[in-house]
């Protein structure tokens, strides 16, 4: 009997581990792939252990060894310690899911953000480094952040995460809610064929251009290649403003696999949260006002899992941001949404419910075990060999962010693939290069047949502001009236230049057409051209020194936030000003991390260099540091 005991006690031990308040329990699963970890706070686990470890057996048998965390947490940095021990094992993790009550980190001061965004990229992406600022008086899940001067700016998370997380003053409520889920997650199959899509966008998102919203119905179709063949295996709902209706009928569709809501309010998901119906998409894609805000008790995206339909998870943001759709056709390949969601993922994207979950694969490729390792430069690049545009955008991703393709590879992809997808990638993987190849390819793309290549091209016209940009920006503004986004873009990046350069370009180019009302817009030109501009008077304002502190402060940031390029020089005449105050220095110095794809972008570099071998302050220097770090 004593035997049997010892032996049973030996089991326990090497079946959990305890760290002080914290449990971990090992994978049931042996076996040589990364690893997944549930993070689930005590009281939450305790009320819903038999659904956690049926869950766990669920992704278990998907082939991924899955741990079980569970205790007290007082801090996110209690969480994050136990993943990074994980993560440095021989095994490593692949992703991990917040269950519960976990601790939200709130960081600010991240690239330029001045307001605390609820953010899981505290926990996910390791490479980031922050510092602890304070809990929050009254909410006391809430811990505030800081992203250090040293901290890399850009997004490069170490593994995937979502959260499962159903805020309530009512425990009993929370814990039946997610019980609930959970064993949802644990009935639902994961052989289902991604074939049935609907996209609801408003016409505010696309600034009323009907000639995007019908050009967008060509990229889903390169997207998601296996839509059945019928009318309602892709369907598009009416361009108008509300789509409400329409949206709740689809939602009560349970063939549609995926849902992408695009719009600037957002109605419809506050109809659907007071509502509160069962929904069946599988998956929803939310790019709307920020229904996936976590640190408000009433964030709406809670809506879409804790119901007694079909859905299993919801990407929405934390705050405004654009969703980028171009990875999304990887759904159709059996990807898990973890992987999914994580290319291109921004500070404010979240994925809500199980992240471990996939569609089925109709090819042979295992995408899943490729993303899981670490990364192979040449399978990517045989990947992007094949004539398939959701591979070769997916290649085109990993070997620029990786920075193992030159701009010189990756240029005959924008200028010559058929595919929408591939072209918009390639532009995306053009931007990190920042070289002449990245700006030509902007000057190509303010052509192109696909709106939405046209419009990135302006907006990106605009933060390079190279004046050989200004030719054309013209021609597009002069022969591309149909696509109303396009024009719109058009006229704000002419902001960023030269105002008599501009006027110049736009003069020439209607001396030289043969429109109708030349004259007429010859004038117009002239008249709109006579006074200064915003960001050119403010300029001037900057330099007067009579100004109070706090106006050209904030000046300069309004320059900084259109990219004004023509401004740089001063700003930067006036930071190396020693008479000039430190606050405006250290502010100024702030204010230049926004031109981080500037043809100015050297010069500013060899300043901050220079300021940092002199005998300027710390303060000074920590700031030129920081701003280095967002340049790079």
Not at 16 to 28: N, R, S, V
Not at 49 to 60: F, G, M, P, R, S
Not at 271 to 284: I, K
Request: glycine content about 4%.
């Amino acid at each position: 009997m004593q035997k049997s005991l010892l032996a049973l006690l030996v089991l326990l031990s090497t079946a959990t581990m305890a760290y002080g308040q914290l449990k971990i329990e090992k994978p049931t699963l042996a076996s040589n792939n990364k690893a997944f970890a549930i993070v689930v706070d005590q009281d939450t686990y305790t009320h819903t252990e038999d659904a956690l470890k049926a869950y766990q057996k669920t992704v278990e048998s998907d082939g991924i060894p899955t741990y079980i965390i569970h205790g007290v947490f007082n801090r996110p940095d209690d969480i994050k310690k136990e993943l990074i021990k994980l993560h440095k094992t021989k095994q490593s993790l692949e992703g991990a899911v917040f269950v519960g009550n976990i601790p939200v980190p709130m960081v600010y001061d991240f690239s330029g953000h001045v307001t605390a965004t609820p953010s899981d990229r505290f926990y996910d992406d390791l490479h980031l480094n922050f510092e602890y600022i304070k809990q929050d008086a009254n909410q006391s899940n809430l811990h505030y952040y800081k992203l250090q001067e040293s901290s890399p700016r850009e997004i490069n998370p170490s593994f995937y995460s979502a959260r499962i997380y159903y805020p309530t003053l009512k425990y009993d409520e929370a814990h039946e809610a997610i019980n609930n889920y959970l064993l949802k997650v644990t009935r639902t199959r994961r052989d289902n064929i991604l074939d049935h899509v609907v996209s609801s966008t408003n016409q505010d998102y696309y600034n009323g251009c009907t000639t995007a919203w019908k050009d967008e119905l060509k990229a889903y179709k390169e997207y998601f290649p296996f839509l059945v063949k019928q009318v309602n295996g892709l369907q598009q709902l009416a361009f108008k403003t509300d789509n409400n209706t329409a949206i709740l009928n689809e939602l009560q569709r349970k063939e549609v696999d995926l849902l992408l809501i695009r719009s600037d309010s957002s109605s419809t998901i506050q109809v659907t949260a007071t509502r509160e119906p069962d929904t069946y998409p599988l998956y929803l894609i939310l790019d709307t006002q920020p229904a996936g805000a976590f640190d408000n008790m009433e964030y709406t995206a809670r809506q879409y899992i804790f119901n007694s339909g079909n859905t299993i998870a919801v990407q929405a943001n934390t705050r405004p941001a654009p969703t980028d759709i171009n990875f999304s056709g990887l759904l159709s390949y059996g990807l898990r949404w973890g992987h999914v969601h994580n290319l291109g993922l921004t500070l404010e994207r979240h994925l809500f419910g199980d992240p471990t979950f996939h569609f089925a694969n109709k090819d042979t490729e295992n995408l899943n075990a490729k993303l899981s390792q670490e990364d192979n430069p040449e399978y990517w690049r045989s990947l992007l060999k094949k004539d398939n545009a959701i591979y070769q955008t997916l290649a085109l991703f990993k070997l620029s962010s990786s920075n193992t393709s030159s701009s010189e590879a990756i240029m005959p992809y924008f200028e010559n693939s058929p595919y929408r997808t591939v072209r918009l990638q390639a532009l995306h993987a053009l931007s990190i290069h920042k070289d002449k190849h990245f700006t030509n390819a902007v000057s190509t793309g303010l052509g192109d047949e696909y709106e939405l290549i046209a419009q990135q091209a302006t907006r990106y016209a605009g933060i390079i502001g190279d004046t050989v940009l200004i030719g054309p920006l013209t021609q597009a503004w002069l022969n591309d009236k149909s696509r109303r986004r396009v024009q719109q873009h058009v006229k704000s990046t002419f902001e960023a230049f030269d105002r008599n350069l501009v006027e110049k370009s736009l003069l020439t180019a209607l001396h030289n057409s043969n429109r109708l009302h030349q004259e007429t817009e010859i004038e117009s030109i002239k008249s709109q051209y006579t006074q200064p501009a915003t960001l050119e008077s403010s300029l001037e304002q900057i330099k007067d020194r009579t100004r109070p502190k706090e106006e050209r402060i904030r000046l300069v940031q309004l320059m900084a936030t259109h990219n004004y390029h023509p401004g740089i020089d001063g700003i930067l005449a006036i930071i190396n000003d020693k008479q000039e105050p430190i606050e405006l220095r250290v502010a100024f110095i702030t204010a230049l991390g926004g031109f981080s794809h500037s043809w100015k972008r050297e010069t500013i570099l060899a300043n901050f260099q220079t300021l940092l071998k002199s005998k300027a302050t710390k303060e000074l220097k920590i700031e030129v540091e920081r701003t280095i770090n967002r340049l790079n």
